[in-house]
């Protein structure tokens, strides 16, 4: 169990440009849940697949943000022509199937908007 | 409202005093719910899970439920500096594993 790993862990870019974060979860879970984590809040829910289907999506999230889990195993977090308002942790989590099982974060990409 | 509230603290308490961190939820549909700890810069890390009403113990750490007061609660046996941190409560909806909502943390400082 090598733990959820996310890259790159910063990011620094300019307003308007794309970047792309990449997320691998631990080793056959197949849930996986992105979140963003702004200073002083607690982490606010994205997206979330089971498998490589994404199964729901946040009404607050912009259509510039897209996912990805093209084979069921690790996901990428796409954010288009991005804001300075996107200056944020992007968190990753995956968990097992079945019923309340915890989620388990991995170290975040600190996304800065210039 | 927000769904999940919790005191922003900080929470101060003397070492080796017992930490209390509550929370309340205003979504009945919440089935489980779980506390976190985040150090700051780093990414919340799991500490317990509780899903019944009552107690549940794992070591120092005792989660409780109260569904009927809609409220969860983490109590910190024997604090110390090491714990300092925030401390993240968030409930999910019953029965699946879908997105989790997180209060804003409290944040913990234990003294010397």
């Known amino acids: 169990d090598t733990g959820v790993s996310q890259d790159p862990r910063h990011k620094i870019t300019k307003r308007g440009q794309n970047v792309t974060f990449r997320c691998d979860p631990i080793s056959e879970h197949n849930r996986l849940y992105w979140y963003r ?4 809040q607690g982490p606010e829910f994205l997206t979330y697949f089971q498998n490589e289907a994404q199964l729901e999506k946040s009404r607050l999230l912009s259509d510039r943000f897209s996912a990805e889990r093209p084979k069921g195993s690790f996901s990428t977090l796409e954010i288009q022509r991005t804001e300075q308002g996107d200056s944020a942790m992007y968190l990753c989590a995956s968990s097992p199937l079945g019923n309340n099982q915890p989620q388990h974060f991995g170290d975040g990409t600190r996304l800065s908007i210039l | 409202q927000k769904e999940v509230e919790q005191n922003s603290g900080p929470l101060s308490v003397p070492e080796g005093a017992i930490a209390s961190l509550n929370c309340t939820y205003s979504d009945r549909g919440s089935q489980s719910f779980f506390w976190y700890r985040q150090y700051s810069g780093k990414s919340p890390e799991l500490i317990m899970s509780i899903y019944s009403n009552g107690d549940k113990e794992d070591g120092r750490f005792t989660a409780q439920l109260n569904k009927a007061s809609q409220y969860v609660s983490l109590l910190i046996r024997d604090s110390q500096p090491s714990d300092s941190a925030t401390y993240l409560c968030a409930g999910g909806p019953a029965g699946t594993a879908s997105k ?6 409290t944040r913990l400082q234990v003294t010397l």
């Open chain 1, 37 to 40: 984590q702004t200073l002083g």
């Open chain 2, 100 to 105: 989790l909502t997180f209060g804003t943390g």
